[in-house]
């Protein structure tokens, strides 16, 4: 799933570059568009009384960019389990050239942040992100 | 009430000044910094059911800063009349020149941000800031 | 000018409403999204050796935002004599209704942040907004 | 080598615990006030005309923090080749239960982003992060 956004100006430092940080939170606008095309809209996860906090995180930076540039990053499920969840983030440039490469791991927990298993209390919603775990997948053969 | 604290690298942008927004975040922190003094951190503030929203901000920048400058933030209430209060803040580098000069205006709510009188509903609070207020304005005659 | 915008997570704060300082950087977007319109990109002006410094901002907030919302902020130019330009800016959710209301002013510098006047040193981007500013003034009437 | 900060109310997010990506930026924190205490602080290196890019990051987050808490951050120099440097940070809350977990790899530069070995072009920087090193080694025994 492709999500393209253009770098702000605030997001960039005094290096010239882009700040490494803004990265952890384009994966996030990433995926929360990833759940709006799944018709599953994060909104709707919190509104029914539940979340899926950040277990962690990993970024390798591979080429920097800057304020204007264009980058578009492709969201995959790369596990889902119904108690965790990982995502994988492909971050390149118009011009195709890789810029980083991120990994973030979740679990599914009630309003309290304490953890629950999909399977038992949302089966719906664990079929609906296998569909869109194994299509992704797919997508790459 | 004086606040310290040093310019970090992610605050700055790339004309390799502290971007303009970050004020915005210092006076918050010179403002809870200023409660805790009172003995009324705002954290106690929202345990006890409240909140103090923003109504509005102005912000006259003056001087740029950078990573590693120290500034400081002078607090100062300028109104409190119960309903609203109103905030003045001058920053200054460690040289003493003038970085920039800001105003905050709050009202005071209950946790589902509709409005209170703290006349009436927390008068030992009411009466604890305007000690704070005209203490302060004293200090300057 | 208007330009559309929806609300990260990661720009909510725990109040569970948009953090007000966001809003500072909402303004730059819809600011660099107007002189993008106007084929006036800030990342040409900057490449060609000046900058537009923020010198102040004010902000009134009327209605709060959060998570998932989306946003238009319609952006005008106020002011113009070639040292100074001003915009305001009136930022309204989906429905409607008001959010906040804007400014912004800055000046003309070059790469050492020294002030310049545009209307000497570069005439045909002084026109430019001059046209721009006239233009959404009529489109009010 | 320690560093304390507390966490600013414009950190946390609707969640009502701290954003996970400013955990990010206070590792950004933690290794300036690293190098501060090194004497060898962020700005010498880049008024000399150095640069020392983030490479990777990772983090696991084990316990959320919100407003108003103090957290410890602990940093080490687990690696350091003249090419490239690595960190560990541990950090904590006041009560010393674990909050995250997360490492940071670098490469220096010159100003234009090019790698360079600190061995051949500052020896004498290269002997004082290696004296930090083992050093911060030496303490866990």
Chains 1, 2, 3, 4 share one sequence.
Do not use: Q
Not at 4 to 14: A, F, H, L, Q, W
Not at 29 to 42: G, V
Not at 99 to 118: E, G, M, Q, W, Y
Request: charged share 30%; aromatic share 12%.
């Amino acid at each position: 799933m492709k999500y393209v956004r253009k770098i702000n100006y605030y997001e960039t430092d005094r290096m010239g570059i882009t700040h490494h940080s803004n990265y952890i939170r384009y994966i996030e606008e990433a995926r929360c568009n990833f759940m709006d095309k799944m018709k599953l809209p994060y909104s709707k996860v919190e509104s029914e009384g539940f979340m899926i906090p950040v277990l962690s995180v990993t970024c390798d930076y591979k080429y920097s960019t800057t304020f204007d540039d264009e980058i578009t990053i492709d969201t995959k499920i790369a596990k889902n389990n119904g108690v965790r969840i990982e995502f994988e983030y492909i971050i390149t440039k118009a011009d195709g050239s890789l810029v980083a490469k991120l990994t973030s791991s979740h679990c599914f927990t009630d309003k309290n942040l304490r953890p629950i298993n999909l399977k038992k209390v949302k089966k719906d919603w664990f079929e609906l992100i296998e569909k869109y775990r194994i299509n992704d997948s797919k997508e790459n053969i």
